[in-house]
């Protein structure tokens, strides 16, 4: 995409530099002249009183998407563990492969991981691609990049799947801008569409009040990242084998432009919403940050956790890693129990994938009742201390 002016028809008045946001337009003897800083937006274009600039269009390159196969999990590892929702994406993955008839393949970067490969195997990874690297044992973006790129480049897979974690939301940006190609970030839903075997990406927008679907018609690979805790974990299957191939991994001075020089653990209470199995989660209908203990007394007789919707967190109640919901964490346990919670759309969007969702709600039109297997009107502070008490029995 070039920028060009016609001399001829140039007449020095200076609109263009004037309007130029990335004042990338100098004059010189009265003519305009375009910098190396042009990004080719067109701005100036159309500002020209006098039609002396061009802006020439370049031919949109055509991708052979038939040279693009196979289904890719980035596995996620932190401290030698794969990440429960690299797990998850292989669930996910796999279904997607065997509806579009190719294989799926995981690629692990990191330091002495290799041994890591055997349990992607047993996940369902048919091929596991491994960059094994001292300079890949923390994350950082240039070199998972350059790692990754180069193998999307090499071996052309038509999905790529992320975790919508920190690290995920960081690298599959980037990796999409050096493959040119599209990318669907913090997916709540993949389908591939019957007819054409294209991927199907569906994400929360406009604050949670509409569901997008997204395609990526004529680029590949197809990119998503996924929210962690929304897809079901594949499933472990002992001894499965698949083929590792070794990537090869070479890093010149100034490929890492950045150094880990400490990690910082957060020092907070650790909480794990995405693998508890009963979560009694509170709302504002608690009135007061005490509140919780009462859930606490209950999700402990159960084994389970407590969580929040976000007005609590917003009030101070209680740490945002309670959170649940669109702007929180998305659960998926074996009971939730909602707790003085309205139903707001952006909660739902954390919480309705849940095996068996209790509603205790004093409001009986509030929308949770309508995502609710179980529904109790009444008031929480008289309805859970009696829970707990048939719990005793
Ligand atoms: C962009 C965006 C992102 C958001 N992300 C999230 C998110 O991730 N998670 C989230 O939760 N929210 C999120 N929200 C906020 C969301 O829209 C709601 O405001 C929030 O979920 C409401 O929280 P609540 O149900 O606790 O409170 P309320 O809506 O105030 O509901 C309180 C409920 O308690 C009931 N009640 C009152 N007293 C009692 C009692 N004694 N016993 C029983 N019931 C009682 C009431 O009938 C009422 O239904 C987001 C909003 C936006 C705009």
Redesign the pocket.
Known sequence: MAVNVLKDKCKGCTKCVKSCPFSAITMENKIAVIGSTCTGCGVCVKECPFDAIEKEEEEKAVVDLSAYKGVWVFAEQREGKIMSVSIELLGEGKKLAKEIGTELCAVLCGNNVAGLANELFAYGADKVYVADHSELEKYRTDSYTKVIFEAISTYKPEIVLLGATHIGRDLGPCLAVKCNTGLTADCTKLEIDPEDKKIKQTRPAF??NLMATIVCPNNRPQMSTVRPGVMDKAVYEEGRTGELIKLDVEFKIGDIRTKVLEIVKKSGEMVSLTDAEIIVAG???L?KAEGFELLKSLADKLGGTIAA????VDAGWIDHSY??????TTVKPKIYFA??????I??LA?MQSSDYIVA????ES?PIFEVADYGIVG???EVIPAIIEELKK
């Open positions: 604050g949670g709302g504002m209908g009135g919707s976000r007005a609590c959170q649940v919901g669109q702007t929180g707790c003085g919670i309205s139903g707001a952006q909660h954390g205790i709600n004093k409001n509030a008031d929480l502070y």
